[in-house]
């Protein structure tokens, strides 16, 4: 079996890889910067988990030797402003891509599966999507290295800090004010996009997918307001008709993001998130998509399919 290093390994998406590549059977390698993130893969029999610093170049050099593959799921929603973005998209969408393309090259491991996100775009309406889009840059300006790159649309699941956050906020606020509300997405199920990766990485086909990039949406679309009054009904908020909700137009969506930006801990809504909205959030058609059969996921779980049983539970 192959030895894989994954890279934002403890989150979200990357535990439902690391779960999935370990029962495989495959040699499973988590770097993090925080032993105690990964407190819920150290159980799983092929995973080593190694506490390092991730962004150091000579240390990437370690980490990836003897290894067959690696895949790149580190991201943040959320940084400080700069041009043409700040300091956290830089370092973790720009840098991070770029020395683990040569960090591959030099160790001698030819394979990388990096998600990214959809709209990813060095000249896009936000720092997120312009971050996304030179880290994109940075993989296929590399000679010699064997990319496939996925841009999932907004992933959902069991833990989601999407539909999830939306129920809480319901179950604690009387009216729901919310930006971008016309805004269409194609939510994608984490577990689609992590059999996805498995698929890329090592799947029968991966071979095929080298040198692409796919668009990973759900089967259907949705605005942002149809989203939150779904996670509301599911939750059981109201007698399971949600909240009121008040679509603010773009001003007074902007200074509300702004207000949140400087409250304590990560932001529910950024001015950014709000720019990286202005674009639908859903497969353009002309790339491949979740259903590309190297990809292995021929029917897409859709949010009705799942969303109900977790939102309930909580």
Known sequence: MSDIVV??????????????LSALGHRVRVPTRHRERARHLLPLPTVEVVEVDTFDAA??????????????????????????????????????PANLAQAC???GVPRLVHVSALGADSAGASMYLRSKG????????????RWTILRPSV??????????TFAALQRRLPLMLLGGAHQRFA?????????????ALVGVEAGHTVGRIYELGGPREY?????????????????GRGRPLL?????AARVLAALLEHLPGDPLMSRDNLDSMREPNVPGGVLPGLGAPELGVPQPRSVEAVAPDYLGAR
């Open 7 to 20: 890279f934002g390994g403890t989150g979200f998406i990357g535990s439902k890889l690391v779960a999935r």
């Open 59 to 96: 240390t990437l050099d370690r980490l990836l030797r003897d290894q067959h593959a690696v895949g790149n799921l580190v991201g943040v929603l959320q940084g400080r402003r700069g041009v043409p973005y700040g300091p956290e998209f830089a370092r973790a969408h720009q840098r991070l």
């Open 105 to 107: 090259i030099t160790a």
């Open 134 to 145: 030179d880290g994109e840059a940075a993989l296929r300006a590399q000679a010699g290295l």
């Open 155 to 164: 992933v959902f699941g069991d833990g989601d800090r999407f539909l999830n």
């Open 187 to 199: 939510p994608v199920w984490v577990g689609d996009v992590a059999a996805a990766l498995s698929a």
């Open 223 to 239: 605005t942002l307001a149809e989203l939150v009054r779904l996670a509301g009904a599911w939750a059981g908020v109201a007698q």
């Open 247 to 251: 679509a603010l137009p773009d001003g």
